[in-house]
């Protein structure tokens, strides 16, 4: 399960992940942010907040994830990556390589420096 918030006058969706990754969840988190990106060409970024990564409900929920990232990384400017995971750390020296974006990592208690960053297009 995830929560979001797409905030329209800044152009950042921020997602939070409060259980296994599923499905469902993406097809939620892509029908906001094709919504914003239809009207305003790409959002200005995406801040995914979790203390630790939650992993994913099944096989699908990780084939769906998949599938939004590949969908949408043209269309985002920056990802900020809020967590304590070191995983999380791994992986944004990874996206680094494969995707537009750019992403930059913020311990959990960073919300705010994380905002900040995305907000400074």
């Not at 009207?39 to 970024?45: K, V």
Request: hydrophobic share 40%; glycine share 8%; proline share 3%.
């Amino acid at each position: 399960m995830i929560q979001h918030e797409m905030h329209h006058d800044k152009g950042i969706l921020i997602v939070k992940p409060l259980g296994p990754l599923a499905t469902e969840d993406f097809a939620v988190i892509a029908r906001d942010a094709d919504g914003y990106i239809e009207s305003h060409g790409a959002l200005n970024g995406l801040m995914i907040c979790s203390e630790k990564f939650p992993g994913w409900k099944n096989m699908q929920g990780l084939w769906s994830h998949l599938k939004f990232v590949r969908d949408h990384h043209k269309k985002i400017k920056k990802v900020a990556f809020v967590s304590n995971s070191k995983i999380s750390e791994l992986v944004i020296n990874l996206v680094k390589f494969f995707v537009n974006p750019e992403a930059k990592y913020f311990k959990y208690n960073q919300e705010g420096s994380a905002m900040n960053w995305i907000g400074a297009s």
